[in-house]
């Protein structure tokens, strides 16, 4: 009698497990699914990171499909370019943060291809050149690529995503076994070569994470929670394969600051023949184009509204209709008003 | 077969038993009071009947070890038939005001739940919350108002009736609030606790390079040890008992 309770117990187990399985494959495959952090990083004393030159990766997140990154020969997230402008073509760099950058976006043209393709189909000679980098607390470093990048291949026109106040505190990045580390310091940089090293050895938690979504699960559930356990930390790093040496915390710079740094950007900018014009996706809202103005700062706004069938959801991204959204509403406007390089 | 559904059930329950976790839960009584408070901010006599009950927990930073005197705080708390009062007595080595005169630099510097000063969390557990049932509201060390969801607001409309006072106090500051029972949904004539937590936020000013806005330093919390943010879960939240005495 006792045999037969305990093989009806485990039978009842067993189908339950397989069931869940099923359900959770079935119901939270995007969630669940394997991730992949694209390797294309190294550090930078300037800019705290960039992309390594002729590197490429795969990322896959929730909300985004597995997709192939290649990054050119001159660190860009573009198709090869020239640093030499070719006579009698208008150059325009674009960057910014992960929007600009496009590499996090379910589909495949970001809003720079996407804005290159629309001047291809017009008889003026355009360039678009992405010099974006994706990461948070990117403001201030973003504006540090003009001089350290952006201003060597001679763009006529800079379209700085709006940053406002400016950020600060964006990470380091590195490529270290396989996984993308971040930190801020050589400490924290030991600590999350640390968790890669320490990941090594757990065979037994790989396998079951590989293998069942049911376990996958409970592994989110705990890593919802990451900072209470050593354990979830580990998990986090293994889910996302991306070892943080320590939590980023976004700053800002005092909206006073972050204007005198736009204006010195804005002249030096000038010196070397580009306007710079920081544009904001968004609806303008707190009289922010006067102060703009105020402070002599040329800004653009977009005014669009994304829906939520332009978002890469759950991820926060916008999606390929998104980012066209965005190369339509810049065709337009720099149509309009001849790239604004008439004084 | 009644064996054999006994045991499924019995397998499946104990197999969601595992799944669930369960928590321990703070509790605080509070006295009632006979005496007229008065919201100054001063140590009054008839705070004397009750005990300072400590913030022990520490919700940010996640790691590492604080200093006393960075932050530590205490409260009391009383209650009579029209108010719940507290008394928050926080000691901190570098009270931190900001000033934002123009109307960009209050939209985009000041930022409210990073400055000096003290959060409380209420939940009165009704299933029927009313539009101005109050669940939070924010205690800002050198401003005058009180703030709600994070936002700078003067105190206009119902929340106006919540008092409050502040004092520098040794090395740190006092603060002194009533809030008044109809709104938080509840009274102790037929209510015998209302779940509570109290979070005091710290910022020394030390921006992370010159030009930037300083964020908070630390937070220490009364109810919760597990850094969770009470602003998503109010589960974590302690309760407070309306002691009626005998």
Redesign the interface.
Known sequence: MMKK?IK??LI??LV?LVVAEVFFRMYYREELKDQASPLIFQPDSTIAYRHIPSSEGFLSKPGIAKRHVKINTHGLYNTEVRQEKEPGTTRIAVVGASFATGIYMDGEKNYSVQLQDLFNKTATKVEVINFSMDGLGRGLANLKILESDMLAYQPDLILFEMS??LS??AMERDVYKDYLITYTNDSTRTIAKGMVDELEDMEMFKFFYNCSYIYRAFCRAEIN?F??SHRATLMRVYRDKIARGN?M?E???????TM?LLKTAQDLAQQHGAKLIHVSYYLEK???SD?FNQHGVHSLFLNLKFEPKNISHPDSHINESGHAMIANALFDSLTRNNFFLEP | MK??LI??CA??GL?ALCCCGKGNMKTLALKETDQQIIIDADMDPYWENCDWEPLPNRRFP?TGVMDPKDLEASFKGLWDSEYLYFLVKIRDDKPFVMYATT???K???LRIKELDGIEFYFNNGLKDKKENTLNYFRLTYGADTISLSGQERTATGPFSAIKSSYKKYEDGYLYECSIPWGLLGIHPSKDESIRFELNVIDNDGD???????S?RKSIITWADE???NPAWDNSIYGTIQFDKGD
């Open positions: 309770t009806f117990s009842t187990v339950i406002f106040p600060i505190g929670d900072w209470k939590e915390e700053h800002y710079m005092s909206t006073a600051t005198e707190n009289n922010l102060y | 064996t054999r045991t499924f397998t499946a197999l996640l109307a960009v630099e939209m985009y510097d921006p992370m390079m010159p030009g930037a806005i964020r597990t850094k969770t």
